[in-house]
C-alpha cells in the first residue's frame, strides 16, 4: 500500500475551530438553554416543582429526558475503551441491563407512579416503619445524593476534562470552571421543568453530533486504507480488515491489549459474543453481567425495580400509562438508536490509531497523563470539517449538561426533601426549601469536580460504582413482591456491600473483577436474606397502607392483602403480571435483535456471511415487536380505566 496513504493528514495538534464552527456553538448553546431561563418562576413556586415538575409530564417527554442524561459525555469515551480493549462483545457490561430496564417498564414504572412519592427515598417511610425506615431515608440521601451522585457527575468531568485537553490544550480545572459555571447556573435556576426541556433539545443534538463523528471517521478509514474520502469504501475496508483481527490480551494488570491476527487466542474485534475459550474475559464482560449483574447489582439509569433519576422521570409523570410509556420509549432509544455510531467510530479509531502512543504522537502537547484507550473517541473528532466541528462541540456540551444538569437536580432533591426538610428544618416556606436546593446544586458540582481530578478512566470509575452496589440488587427488586424485606434489610445490605468492596479485594488480591464481584454478591445477599427472616419486621399498619395504596402483586403478600381488603382479582388486573412477563420477554427480544440486526447489515458491508444473520434477526425483531405493541397496548388501556375509576 503506499505510504501516504497511511500517513495522518496534515492537521494542527489541537481542534482549529473556524468562525461559523463558533457560531454553530453559540446557537446550539442558546437553543438548550434560552427556553429554560423562562421557567424560573415556574419551578421555584413549590419543591414539587422544581424536582418534579407537578408530576405533569407527558411520556415522550420523561422518556426523551431519561435518554438524554443517560447520554453523557462519557458514555462515548466509555464505549471507545471497550471496543478497544475487548472488541465489540465489551458492550454486553451495559446490554445486558436490558434485562433491568424492561423489567422497570412492565413491573415497576406503574408500582413507582401509584406510590405518590415525591422522590424514590420518600418510599423508604412509605414501605417500611419505626425509626430504621427514617434512617435508612437520611443515610441514603446523603450516601447517594453526594457521594454515589458525585462520583458519577465526577466521571463524566472526567471525560470532559479529555475531551477539552485532547481538542484543545485545556487543563482539568478550566474545562471543570467552564462547564460548571454553564451547568450549575441552569440547574440551580429552572429545576427539573428547565433540565426536561434542555435535554429534549440536547438529545436531538448530540444524535447527529455523533453520527457525523461516525461519518466523518470512516471517510478518514477510505482515505487512509484506499486513498479516498469515500464513507461508505471506508465502512466496507474497515468491516474487512477488521474482521481478520482479534484483541489479545497482555499480561499484568498494566498491559494493554493489541491487535493480531485471528487464531483463536483472542477476542475477535467485530463478534457480538465473547470468545468462550478466553474464560476470564467471557466472565467479565458476559456470564458476569447477563447472569448476575442486571439483578444484583446497584447502577444508576439501570437500578434493579427503578430509582434514582429513572424513578424522578417516572414519579414526574402525569399518569400511569405516561410513566410506563416514557420508561419504554428510554430503553428502546437507550439501547438501539445510540450504539452503533459510537462502535463505528471506536472501530475506526483503531485503524487511526492502533495503540495508546499513537494517540500521543498525534496530539503531543496533550496531557500524558490523561491519554487512555478512551482518549481515542475525542481524538477522531480532529477530522471533523468546519461547521460539524462546532456541531460536535455543541453536542458535546449538550452531553456533559445534560447529564450534569440531572444529577445535580436528582442529589439536590435527595438532600433537600429527604435529608434538609425530613430531619433539619420541617417547617420553613417552600420558597426556602427551593432555595436550599440551588445552594445545594452549587455544593454538589464542587464535590464532583473535586473527585474528577482524583479519577483516571471511565472504566475505573464504572466497575467501582458496580462494586460498590454489589449485591442490593435483589433487595431493591424483592422488597415490592416480599413483606418480610425490611428496613433492617437494606441497613444491612448498604452495610455489606461496602464492607465487601474493600474487604474482598483485599482477601482476594489476586481475583479479577467478575470474581470478586461474585464473592460480594453472595455475602450481601445472604446477609440481607438472613436479616428478613430474623430481623424485626415492618408493623402491620405501614404493611396495610403499603398494600391498599401500592397493591403490589405476588405470593409475598397474600396475608396483607386479605388483612387489607384488597382483593386478589383487584390486584391482577392491576398488575397483570403474566402479560408482564410476556411484555418483558418481548421487549428484550426486540431491543437485542434489532440492535444485532443493524449491526450484522453494517459488518454486511465487507462481510457479506453476516446477512444472513441480519435477515434472520430481522423476523425477530418483527415478532417481538408484534407481541411488544399488543402487550404495551393493554397494559395502557389498563392504566387508563384504573385512573378513571379513581383507583
Given amino acids: ?39 424560573a418562576k415556574r419551578s421555584g413556586g413549590s419543591t414539587a416543582e422544581f424536582f418534579a415538575s407537578g408530576r405533569s409530564v407527558p411520556w415522550w417527554l420523561a422518556g426523551l429526558s431519561m435518554v438524554a442524561t443517560t447520554f453523557s459525555s462519557d458514555t462515548p469515551n466509555w464505549v471507545t475503551e471497550q471496543v478497544r480493549r475487548y472488541g465489540v462483545a465489551g458492550n454486553w457490561q451495559w446490554w445486558a441491563f436490558v434485562l433491568t430496564g424492561i423489567a422497570t417498564v412492565f413491573f ?93 433539545i440536547q438529545f436531538f443534538i448530540k444524535m447527529t453530533a455523533v453520527f457525523a463523528a461516525a461519518w466523518f471517521s470512516l471517510v478518514e478509514v477510505g482515505r487512509r486504507l484506499a486513498g479516498t474520502a469515500d464513507g461508505w469504501a471506508g465502512l466496507k475496508l474497515l468491516i474487512a480488515k477488521l474482521s481478520t483481527l482479534q484483541v489479545v490480551q497482555g499480561s499484568g494488570p498494566e498491559a494493554q491489549p493489541v491487535m493480531s491476527a485471528k487464531d483463536g487466542a483472542g477476542q475477535p474485534i467485530l463478534d457480538l459474543l465473547p470468545n468462550f475459550g478466553m474464560s476470564e474475559l467471557a466472565l467479565m464482560i458476559f456470564i458476569l453481567p447477563i447472569a448476575i449483574s442486571w439483578w444484583a447489582n446497584w ?5 434493579p425495580g427503578g430509582g434514582s433519576y429513572i424513578a424522578q422521570r417516572m414519579l414526574a409523570s402525569k399518569s400511569e400509562k405516561d410513566s410506563l410509556g416514557g420508561t419504554l420509549f428510554f430503553n428502546v432509544a437507550h439501547y438501539v438508536l445510540r450504539p452503533w455510531p459510537w462502535i463505528i467510530t471506536a472501530l475506526c479509531s483503531i485503524i487511526v490509531y492502533p495503540d495508546l502512543a499513537s494517540i500521543q504522537a498525534a496530539f503531543p502537547e496533550a496531557d500524558a497523563a490523561l491519554i487512555g484507550h478512551d482518549s481515542a473517541f475525542p481524538a477522531m473528532l ?14 458535546l ?24 426538610r425530613r430531619f433539619i428544618r420541617k417547617d420553613a416556606t417552600e420558597r426556602h426549601y427551593v432555595n436550599a436546593g440551588r445552594l445545594a446544586t452549587v455544593l454538589l458540582y464542587v464535590v464532583a469536580a473535586l473527585l474528577s481530578l482524583t479519577m483516571s478512566s471511565a472504566q475505573q470509575a464504572f466497575q467501582v460504582l458496580l462494586s460498590i452496589g454489589a449485591g442490593t440488587g435483589l433487595l431493591y427488586i424483592a422488597r415490592w413482591f416480599w413483606w418480610r424485606v425490611s428496613a433492617w434489610c437494606e441497613i444491612v445490605a448498604m452495610g455489606m456491600s461496602l464492607v465487601t468492596s474493600l474487604a474482598v479485594p483485599a482477601l482476594l488480591p489476586d481475583a479479577g473483577f467478575a470474581t470478586t ?39 409475598g403478600w397474600v396475608a396483607q392483602r386479605a388483612a387489607a381488603g384488597v382483593s386478589d382479582a383487584e390486584v391482577a388486573q392491576e398488575n397483570r403480571i403474566g402479560t408482564a412477563f410476556l411484555g418483558w420477554i418481548s421487549g428484550c427480544l426486540v431491543i437485542w435483535s434489532s440492535l444485532f440486526m443493524i449491526g450484522n447489515f453494517l459488518y454486511a458491508s465487507g462481510d457479506p456471511s453476516r446477512l444472513t444473520d441480519a435477515w434472520l434477526l430481522t423476523v425477530v425483531f418483527v415478532v417481538s415487536g408484534v407481541v411488544l405493541l399488543r402487550v404495551t397496548r393493554q397494559l395502557w388501556a389498563d392504566s387508563t380505566e384504573a385512573e378513571a375509576r379513581g383507583r
Fill in 108 to 200: 415497576f414504572a406503574r408500582l413507582w407512579r401509584r406510590s405518590g412519592v415525591l422522590t424514590d427515598l420518600e418510599f423508604y417511610e412509605l414501605r417500611y416503619s419505626g425509626k430504621e425506615a427514617s434512617v435508612v431515608r437520611g443515610f441514603r440521601a446523603v450516601y447517594l445524593g453526594l457521594f454515589f451522585n458525585c462520583f458519577i457527575m465526577g466521571m463524566v468531568t472526567l471525560a470532559a476534562c479529555k475531551i477539552a485537553n485532547i481538542l484543545f490544550g485545556l487543563a482539568p480545572w478550566q474545562t471543570i470552571v467552564l462547564t460548571g459555571a454553564l451547568n450549575v447556573v441552569f440547574a440551580a435556576h429552572s429545576g427539573l421543568w428547565g433540565v426536561l426541556v434542555i435535554d429534549m
Fill in 299 to 303: 447502577y444508576p439509569g439501570a437500578e
Fill in 382 to 395: 480532529k477530522f471533523l470539517p468546519v461547521g460539524f466541528v462546532g456541531l460536535m462541540i455543541g453536542g
Fill in 1 to 39: 500500500m503506499p505510504p501516504d496513504r497511511l500517513s495522518p493528514p496534515n492537521r494542527h495538534a489541537f481542534m482549529t475551530i473556524a468562525w461559523i464552527d463558533w457560531l454553530i456553538v453559540v446557537a446550539s448553546i442558546l437553543v438548550c438553554f434560552v427556553p429554560a431561563l423562562f421557567l
Fill in 397 to 420: 456540551i449538550a452531553a456533559n449538561s445534560s447529564t450534569i444538569l440531572t444529577h445535580l437536580n436528582w442529589g439536590s432533591s435527595y438532600l433537600v426533601h429527604d435529608f434538609y
Fill in 517 to 555: 464481584t461474585i464473592v460480594q454478591v453472595g455475602l450481601t445477599t445472604v446477609a440481607w436474606l438472613v436479616t428478613a427472616f430474623v430481623g424485626p419486621a415492618t408493623d402491620r399498619a405501614t404493611l396495610m397502607a403499603f398494600v391498599q395504596k401500592v397493591k403490589p402483586a405476588g405470593p
